[in-house]
């Protein structure tokens, strides 16, 4: 059973000066229970995405289902099952985290008390300081407020967008773990992120960037489409070194990944001919090490084609 | 209902917890009844004046006399020569000299007729209009006095009564027109603002994807602001009453119901408003020029509406506060029952009614 279905959907922000296709015929299933993670950079059309399957905007073409309920015609009955946590902190900063709590649980017709299961896990973390203003909570602290606040009427579906963006590296993976947990309640959740070493933390994920999918799929199958052999570069000379790689026939692509330079390697070239041609041009002290593709090895390859 | 209770007591914490803008909300009326009643009116009192009395006789001394005592003017100086009168104008120490020529008492017992002369500094206009005003009228009414007994031949008295206001006071116009005023302020801006408050902070992208209604989220702003409007609406004829002494003739209650009347035309202005921007300051912006501009210059509360040109007279019609301000004055002022402010009450019931669904019908239930 398909807790969100699209179908082809779209969305086009048309100004005087330009039409940008924020959306472009986008398709994607996700099942009940599912973790399913929209990874693309920055203005890849995730929060477009996201508003159109919580009935904040009306799509342009397609179609999309939310628990069964069109997202267009039945917006109102979405409105009562679904959980939508904003990329922005959206809560009321002068109210303490006990007042937003509430409130939030009053307008979805029920009680802290009647759901408070659903939240412990997360809540007792914030529950000391359930008396100060939401506004004066630490960024971590106001995450898991508003995640509190969006999981209190229990909803069947989950809208995360960017939950993790601006939070310390310790908060993302806590971050992580509530969803795991939330997961094992049978709650479907659907995340957005710009960042790559989030993929492998979801069931599934599409890889999403300028408006398309460009694949999707669990991490793991993902990464075995690819099929190239990368490997890990470092010299003295790392920007030279970046420039004498990208100019080698050999590679099919390369760019800078953390300390090393990444080399993907056309299938008729060895790692022997990189090396003899790095130190043709100067890069004597040249490590190669072959490496594991991961998710972002794999965005880089579907973005070139 | 829950809901709604909900939202109204979260609408009161945002309000309560804002001290700075409570208290401005309950003060500015106070503080606007106090400069339109004591500061800025436009009654001249206790004007200086001097004299260029060539006659000093009975007669002159009693008219001085007359015009000191009144407490539109203060006797400064006596002159001695014309000379002195450009001088005093020029350092500002008097607003208007009075000459009287030489024997000026025998002229008048004895001709019938006695000229006086009163010279007035016109750089403002409407101070000497009203100044010069005022001493002729104390010197007819001396004059009155001395031919009293006798018959004149073809007079004509005319006899002037300012009803309603015999005193003239600048106050009784102020009231209302600072009613009206406070009331766009409160109810027109700050809910506008309070509603575009939610979209720029982004609440209200999570209000609407919750079962809420809309009419919920609008009508839970408004009550705190109406509840903040009746104790300004309160506070405001308290001191206009105890403190300006402008008396409220008619029924209390016809005017507290008319005014929460407004209030709701002014609230329902704000959400107007609020479902049709997207930023406060837009929000500021409509409220002040589109709003509180033409609440000030077309209700008639600064400039009288009959002096206006056509087109602006017109536009008046569809300012709420020109109806208000009607209403007030005849209730408050005049004393008059609802019955002759049916048609005022009728059209700012219309309005209410236009607003609140035209602004229901704007609200949207999604981002864009």
């Excluded at chain 1, 009680?111 to 100060?132: L, S």
């Excluded at chain 1, 960042?195 to 599409?206: F, T």
Aim: charged share 20%; with cysteine; net charge neutral.
């Amino acid at each position: 059973m398909t807790a969100v279905a699209v179908n082809n959907l779209s969305k086009v922000y048309a100004t005087k000066k330009e039409t940008i296709d924020a959306v472009q015929h986008v398709s994607f299933d996700v099942a009940r229970g599912e973790l399913f993670g929209i990874i693309g950079p920055d203005g890849a059309g995730k929060t477009s995405l996201f508003r159109m399957l919580t009935t904040l905007l009306l799509p342009d073409g397609g179609s999309a289902t939310v628990d069964g309920s069109d997202i267009v015609k039945d917006y109102e009955a979405i409105r009562q099952k679904v959980g939508y946590m904003p990329g922005r902190f959206s809560l009321y900063q002068d109210l303490t985290v006990e007042e937003n709590l509430n409130f939030f649980a009053t307008i979805f017709n029920t009680t802290v008390g009647a759901n408070y299961d659903i939240i412990k896990d997360i809540y007792v973390q914030i529950e000391p300081f359930k008396k100060r203003r939401a506004g004066k909570l630490s960024g971590g602290m106001k995450q898991k407020l508003a995640l509190s606040c969006a999981l209190i009427h229990r909803p069947v579906v989950l809208f995360l967008d960017e939950p993790t963006t601006g939070v310390d590296a310790v908060s993302r993976k806590e971050f992580w773990e509530m969803l795991k947990r939330l997961k094992q309640q049978g709650i479907t959740i659907l995340v957005s992120t710009p960042y790559m070493d989030e993929a492998a933390l979801c069931d599934r994920v599409a890889l999403m960037q300028k408006g398309k999918i460009l694949s999707a799929g669990t991490p793991a199958s993902i990464i075995n489409a690819f099929n190239n052999t990368i490997l890990a570069v470092k010299s003295e000379k790392m920007f030279q070194l970046l420039r004498d790689l990208k100019a080698w026939q050999g590679t099919e692509d390369s760019y800078s990944f953390g300390e090393y330079h990444h080399a993907v390697m056309k299938k008729e070239f060895s790692e022997e001919q990189l090396q003899n041609y790095l130190v043709e041009k100067g890069h004597p002290d040249v490590e190669i090490k072959p490496t594991q593709p991961n998710i972002e090895d794999c965005f880089m390859q579907l973005m070139q084609s | 209902m829950k809901q709604f209770i909900s939202f109204v007591k979260k609408e009161f914490l945002h309000i309560l917890r804002d001290t700075k803008t409570l208290l401005i909300l309950l003060g500015m009326p106070i503080a606007l009844i106090m400069i339109f009643g004591f500061a800025l009116t436009t009654e001249v009192k206790n004007s200086k004046f001097a004299v260029l009395d060539f006659s000093k006789d009975a007669a002159t001394e009693e008219i001085i006399n007359e015009l000191n005592a009144s407490r539109y003017f203060d006797l400064v100086a006596a002159l001695h020569t014309y000379q002195d009168i450009e001088a005093i104008f020029h350092k500002g120490k008097a607003k208007m000299i009075i000459v009287f020529p030489p024997s000026f008492k025998s002229d008048l017992q004895h001709f019938n007729t006695a000229p006086v002369q009163i010279i007035a500094d016109a750089s403002d206009p409407n101070v000497a209009t009203t100044l010069t005003g005022y001493a002729t009228t104390i010197i007819m009414d001396y004059q009155k006095r001395v031919t009293h007994d006798r018959k004149l031949p073809h007079t004509i008295n005319t006899q002037v009564r300012m009803l309603y206001n015999p005193q003239m006071k600048g106050t009784y116009s102020f009231v209302p027109g600072v009613i009206s005023m406070i009331l766009m302020l409160v109810c027109t801006m700050m809910t506008a603002i309070t509603v575009v408050r939610e979209k720029e902070t982004g609440t209200m992208e999570v209000l609407l994807v919750s079962p809420v209604q809309p009419i919920k989220v609008i009508l839970a702003k408004a009550v705190p602001y109406l509840l903040i409007s009746i104790v300004n609406i309160i506070s405001i004829l308290l001191l206009s009453v105890f403190v300006l002494d402008v008396p409220i003739r008619g029924s209390l209650i016809l005017l507290l119901s008319e005014s929460i009347l407004f209030t709701i035309t002014c609230l329902s202005f704000g959400l107007l408003i609020s479902t049709l921007t997207d930023s406060q300051q837009m929000a500021m912006f409509i409220s002040l020029t589109g709003l509180f501009l033409p609440t000030l210059m077309l209700s008639g509360f600064l400039f009288p509406i009959e002096n206006m040109p056509m087109v602006l007279q017109v536009v008046s019609n569809i300012v709420p506060a020109r109806w208000y301000y009607q209403i007030v004055r005849a209730v408050m002022i005049k004393g008059l029952p609802l019955i002759t402010v049916w048609k005022e009450t009728f059209i700012l019931t219309g309005m209410t009614v236009f607003l609140l669904m035209a602004s229901l019908k704007n609200f949207k239930t999604r981002l864009a």
